[in-house]
């Protein structure tokens, strides 16, 4: 018995930005050079290296944009399963999904004894080069 794709894909977890910046790839979401040149935290770095007389590098270019996003889904789906519901319910082409399975953390209210948050499956997918952006995802920034 199949599920349905709406079984499969509880809730959006996080949009592509964070998720760069989450996972230490720091140079992935910048600014362009041209707002990096303009600040004046840039400025004063500039004088000061001209006053010393070393020569100022150039800010980076923008990274290319990852085309990752994040899910909550059910614990028993496969990645399979997730793959279909998300070309199903988005219309994107897949290329890759990662899960992971994220434990229950104990947590406390006062003097009350301990409980735990509910354990849950988090799924990054990951959509191919040709393929279009998840517009849902556009408003989260």
Do not use: H
Request: no cysteine; proline share 6%.
């Amino acid at each position: 018995m199949s599920k349905m794709a709406q079984d499969i894909i509880i809730a959006p977890v996080i949009t592509e930005e964070a998720f760069a910046l989450m996972s230490g790839e720091k140079n992935k979401v910048r600014k362009s050079p041209k707002d990096v040149v303009k600040s004046d935290r840039y400025k004063n770095r500039a004088a000061k290296a001209e006053k010393a007389g070393r020569q100022m590098k150039e800010p980076l270019e923008p990274a290319p944009i990852l085309k990752k996003y994040v899910f909550k889904v059910a614990s028993d789906a496969t990645k399979p399963e997730i793959a279909s519901a998300v070309e199903e319910l988005f219309g994107v082409k897949v290329e890759a999904v990662n899960t992971v399975n994220m434990k229950r953390k104990p947590k406390r209210l006062g003097a009350q004894p301990a409980g735990f948050t509910a354990a849950w499956k988090k799924a990054i997918v990951t959509l191919k080069a040709d393929s279009k952006t998840i517009e849902f995802f556009e408003g989260m920034n």
